[in-house]
């Protein structure tokens, strides 16, 4: 009669020198995490294409307004967002919030808001305050205009997770090139 001791250890021998499948256990539990790492690493090239995108729009839209010879018109800005919005390609458009302030200095020295312009889906919240390097850029008598552009990034991965959006900002500020200051006709 044969030992069942033995029968189980010869069992248990096989077993241990089987290795088929276990490829596939470690895929099980590896394929997961690699997926959470290529989707989170496609956000995070996203949102530094969308940040460097934010920071290049505000400043094509300043240089854009800063270079008008002294008088503007609503038309004129619109047709500017639009050229600023085309920077943004190819993310959503619909995103973008666009911005234009422009101060200038009252008899008591003190930056006022002269006037602002923003687009339809303007949401970057309160106008900007002035500061005193922004404020050094007008002592001259200059006003200066501040371009600011908000855009908010769904990301990917937060599709998954339900992760709230983020919301990328840059602002520049720059004095007029043509003339001391630029007023516009029909801007509030």
């Not at 009669?1 to 241990?16: D, E, K, Q, T, V």
């Not at 404020?135 to 205009?145: A, P, S």
Request: hydrophobic share 45%; charged share 20%; net charge neutral.
């Amino acid at each position: 009669m044969r030992n069942p001791l033995i029968a189980i250890n010869g069992r248990l021998a096989r077993y241990r020198k089987d290795i088929s499948g276990v490829a596939s256990i470690e895929m099980a539990f590896i394929f997961p995490v690699m997926v959470l790492v290529y989707f989170g690493l496609v956000d995070a090239t996203n949102v530094l294409s969308a940040n460097r995108r934010v920071t290049l729009t505000a400043s094509t839209l300043a240089d854009l307004v800063t270079q008008a010879p002294g008088t503007i018109v609503k038309n004129d800005i619109g047709d500017f967002f639009e050229a600023s919005s085309a920077i943004m390609e190819p993310f959503n458009s619909s995103s973008i919030s666009l911005e234009i302030y422009e101060y200038k200095l009252d008899g008591s020295n003190n930056p006022v808001l002269s006037w602002t312009h923003k687009n339809a889906t303007a949401n970057c919240g309160a106008a900007p305050t002035v500061d005193a390097q922004m404020k050094q850029l007008m002592t001259e008598g200059n006003d200066i205009v501040i371009a600011r552009v908000c855009y908010t990034y769904n990301w990917v991965i937060g599709k998954i997770f339900g992760s709230a959006p983020m919301t990328l900002k840059d602002q520049l500020v720059l004095r007029p090139r043509q003339a001391t200051s630029i007023d516009c006709t029909d801007c509030v």
